[in-house]
Nanobody, 124 residues
Framework: QVQLIESGGGTVQAGGSLRLSCAASGRTFSTYDVAWFHQAPGKGRDFVAA???????WYADSAGGRFTVARDNAKNTAYLQMNGLRPEDTGVYYCAAVESSTVIFRHDHDYTYWGQGAQVTVSS
């Protein structure tokens, strides 16, 4: 079992930055792939970025060089650094984890464990 707890959401003006954290319980965090999903108001969850157990990052086109995903296995924590935020980035951001595999999953139904979500609001 893995429990994920997110932090770092908030309200910023367009062009601003936020860093989300996803702290995991359990001793096997390093064997999990971790992803971040964005859910805009009234929409489904969209893939934003992921980092594999081997520390390889993957990004959606929408992340567009603005976002950086990272992990610190010693702290059992994954991060999403978001720069150049836009109003359309507003929504709830979820971290999710799944046991590592040979591919990075980009669909929410492929992930086993989920954080509670962090609200990000970007004002224009």
């Amino acid at each position: 079992q893995v429990q994920l707890i997110e932090s770092g959401g908030g309200t910023v003006q367009a062009g601003g930055s936020l860093r989300l954290s996803c702290a995991a319980s359990g001793r096997t965090f390093s064997t999990y792939d971790v992803a971040w999903f964005h859910q805009a108001p009234g929409k489904g969850r969209d893939f934003v970025a992921a980092i594999s157990s081997s520390d390889s990052p993957w990004y959606a086109d929408s992340a567009g060089g603005r976002f950086t995903v990272a992990r610190d296995n010693a702290k059992n924590t994954a991060y999403l650094q978001m720069n150049g935020l836009r109003p359309e980035d507003t929504g709830v951001y979820y971290c999710a984890a799944v046991e590592s595999s040979t591919v990075i999953f980009r669909h929410d139904h492929d992930y086993t464990y989920w954080g509670q979500g962090a609200q990000v609001t970007v004002s224009s």
